[in-house]
């Protein structure tokens, strides 16, 4: 449907899965790491991405973020009786 992060266009979970049909999840480990809203703290942090102990302190603190989204993620596709898999299980 859409890139969350780079347009903030919906942060609700239900959002994307309230339709028929596969629904296909992207998550760089980078932007949960620092439970990214939007590119602006990604790209200020850039320079501490090989020092962890500085990047801590451009984690987003904020409860709307891809950490954020993706656990809320995790625990509506469990309570909806969905299923998580591979690609590769659809479409070999």
């Avoid at 451009?58 to 909806?80: H, M, P, W």
């Amino acid at each position: 449907k859409e890139v969350v992060i780079k347009y903030d266009n919906s942060w609700d979970v239900e959002y994307f899965l309230n339709y028929d049909g596969i629904k296909v999840f992207n998550f760089h480990p980078i932007h949960i790491f620092l439970n990214s809203r939007g590119l602006d703290n990604y790209e200020i942090s850039r320079t501490y991405h090989k020092d962890f102990s500085k990047l801590k302190e451009y984690r987003n603190q904020d409860k709307l973020g891809t950490e954020c989204f993706l656990l809320e993620l995790i625990a509506k596709v469990k309570s909806k009786g969905m299923k998580f898999g591979f690609i590769k299980e659809v479409h070999p």
